[in-house]
């Protein structure tokens, strides 16, 4: 496995967490990382992204001033940090990377992300 996505668990509303994504395969630093996450019977929804050379971040709608993208280039590592957690924050998290810098209008697409890590479960209860 290429992308293996780490920290999820369970908290109550308000808390917090912190999910990994390391990427062994090599193409940290040539694409783009983001991350996905799939609730019981939804579909999968685009939740944040980053891009080499890029200082911007992007973030869905629902998460924006909640959630932080970051990256750690030595340790070809992403995280998302993930804070004032809501019960509608509850799904499986996974990570997924590019091979080639996304453009910005597909970066919230999932036939953006050619790469998928197996998914880190968050549980929000209240």
């Known amino acids: 496995v290429q992308l293996q996505a780490s920290g999820g668990g369970s908290v109550q509303v308000g808390g917090s967490l912190r999910l990994s994504c390391a990427d062994s395969?090599?193409?940290?630093?040539?694409?783009?990382m983001a991350w996905f996450r799939q609730a019981p019977g939804e579909e999968r929804e685009f939740v944040a992204a980053i891009r080499y050379g890029d200082t911007n971040r992007y973030y869905a709608e629902a998460v924006k001033g909640r959630f932080t993208m970051s990256r750690d280039n030595a340790k070809t590592t992403v995280y998302l940090q993930m804070n004032s957690l809501k019960p509608e924050d509850t799904a499986l998290y996974y990570c997924?990377?590019?091979?080639?810098?996304?453009?910005?209008?597909?970066?919230?697409?999932?036939?953006?992300?050619?790469?998928w890590g197996q998914g880190t479960l968050v549980t929000v209860s209240s």
């Open positions: 997924a990377g590019s091979i080639s810098r996304p453009i910005l209008s597909n970066l919230r697409a999932r036939a953006a992300y050619s790469r």
């Open positions: 395969g090599g193409t940290f630093s040539r694409g783009g």
